[in-house]
T-cell receptor, first 114, second 113 residues
Framework: AQSVTQLGSHVSVSEGALVLLRCNYS??????LFWYVQYPNQGLQLLLKYTSAATLVKGINGFEAEFKKSETSFHLTKPSAHMSDAAEYFCAVTASGGSYIPTFGRGTSLIVHP | DAGVTQSPTHLIKTRGQHVTLRCSPISGHKSVSWYQQVLGQGPQFIFQ???????GRGNFPDRFSARQFPNYSSELNVNALLLGDSALYLC????????????FGSGTRLTVV
């Protein structure tokens, strides 16, 4: 069984400030972890993924995430927020064995203030 | 290269009607998955197909069905529509390995009135 918890349905930051979106997972086998971004009226776009190589993963648009097994976390960060980062962000987990089906979190809406 | 394409983009149906949604995956992707996304929530898994075989089914009633064709495109069918079926329906394609991640289409917005 696997699950994802995204803490905070909304995160509000000022332009230029640090972005931190939290994701905790539960998986009975080593996980593969993903972050997706969804802009209004669009599908989801893959930002980055962890697949058991480096624990610090860099993605598109300046985002990165760190896999911490001891904390069962995969938080998404960006040093400096831009207005264009305003969107919905989803964390997802897929088990490395067994089911092929990923489980998505409920999402975190990132609001960026000028 | 074309991304994942879905049709139609918007659809309005009446309760009790039937609907068919279509999806064409990225060239070379053999797996197609369908998700339902209700406003303010994450995508909920409906079906996954790989090489025309169903590889997974989510917790949806039998009114929902799907299939995958030899060219890897896919259809999602929903019978006896309910108001609660109103949602954004997303199709995603992927390569074989579970670590690949998904490429999503822009979705079909279904409104049931």
């Amino acid at each position: 069984a696997q699950s994802v918890t995204q803490l905070g349905s909304h995160v509000s930051v000022s332009e230029g400030a640090l972005v931190l979106l939290r994701c905790n997972y539960s998986s009975s086998v080593p996980p593969y972890l993903f972050w997706y971004v969804q802009y209004p009226n669009q599908g989801l776009q893959l930002l980055l993924k962890y697949t058991s190589a480096a624990t610090l993963v860099k993605g598109i648009n300046g985002f990165e995430a760190e896999f911490k097994k001891s904390e069962t976390s995969f938080h998404l960060t960006k040093p400096s927020a831009h207005m264009s980062d305003a969107a919905e962000y989803f964390c997802a987990v897929t088990a490395s064995g067994g089911s092929y089906i990923p489980t998505f979190g409920r999402g975190t809406s990132l609001i960026v203030h000028p | 290269d074309a991304g994942v394409t879905q049709s139609p983009t918007h659809l309005i149906k009446t309760r009790g009607q039937h609907v068919t949604l279509r999806c064409s995956p990225i060239s070379g992707h053999k797996s197609v998955s369908w998700y339902q996304q209700v406003l303010g929530q994450g995508p909920q898994f409906i079906f996954q197909y790989y090489e025309k075989e169903e590889r997974g089914r989510g917790n949806f009633p039998d009114r929902f069905s799907a299939r995958q064709f030899p060219n890897y495109s896919s259809e999602l069918n929903v019978n006896a529509l309910l108001l609660g079926d109103s949602a954004l329906y997303l199709c995603a394609s992927s390569l074989v390995d579970r670590a690949d991640g998904y490429t999503f289409g822009s979705g079909t917005r279904l409104t049931v009135v």
